[in-house]
């Protein structure tokens, strides 16, 4: 079966630090990645998404960036935080299949806390 | 874009009551997921549903895909149906865009 793991759990920052979150699957090969944002008591945005290693579709213009360095590793990176980063972070995945796509898998997600 | 918008965005039940969550979205899908976010945020799949009817326990859903709505009936509640639930839609590509969510809190 399928797994996926992302961590830290939860994350405290000061502003103007490097972020680097990171999110795994296993079970699988070459998934559709994503990673969502949500802000609190809000819905989730869409951030990047990624088809195989090194694509990268950016969503929002903003201060994150992301990487697939392999093919079931997906990374969240930042090179200074800034007060609005802060939210909670949550890892995706799903099977490619063209027009259908399979259904979304989430990882427990990483709450990060921007001081 | 698709537009997904979800109603009530808040609802509150005594235990035991029954309860109906819509979605509605603004253009055709070829995907559509229910989520329950528990209080711990963990989004937790209910239902893969692009069409037709599905049923698991005391959830079921239907999603009329020609008129744009899926629905989710939650019957005989418990306190741990407590938490948001978020309906998510694709239209074919790789993206899937969420609805604003229904916040449930059910009372013992």
């Known amino acids: 079966s399928q797994t996926i793991h992302q961590w830290p759990a939860t994350l405290v920052q000061p502003v103007g630090s490097p972020l680097s979150l990171e999110c795994t699957v296993e079970g699988t090969s070459n998934p559709n990645l994503y990673w969502y944002r949500q802000a609190a008591g809000r819905g989730l945005q869409l951030l990047f998404y990624s088809v195989g290693i090194g694509q990268i579709s950016s969503e929002v213009p903003q201060n994150l960036s992301a990487s697939r360095p392999q093919d079931r590793q997906f990374i969240l990176s930042s090179k200074k935080l800034l007060l609005s980063d802060s939210g909670f972070y949550l890892c995706?995945?799903?099977?490619?299949?063209?027009?259908?796509?399979?259904?979304?898998?989430f990882g427990n997600g990483t709450r990060l806390t921007v001081t | 874009g698709i537009q997904v918008e979800q109603s009530p965005p808040d609802l509150i039940l005594q235990e035991g009551a029954n309860s109906t969550l819509r979605c509605n979205f603004s253009?055709?899908?070829?995907?559509l997921q229910w989520f329950h976010q528990n209080p711990w945020g963990q989004l937790i799949n209910l239902f893969y549903i692009p069409s037709g009817t599905k049923q698991n326990g005391r959830l079921s859903a239907t999603t009329v895909a020609t008129e744009r709505y899926s629905l989710l009936y939650i019957s005989s509640s418990q306190t741990t149906d407590s938490g948001v639930y978020f309906c998510a839609v694709s239209s074919g590509t790789y993206k899937y865009i969420f609805g604003t969510g229904t916040r449930l809190k059910v009372l013992a």
């Open positions: 253009d055709s899908v070829n995907n």
């Open positions: 995706a995945w799903n099977r490619q299949g063209g027009v259908d796509n399979s259904p979304l898998h």
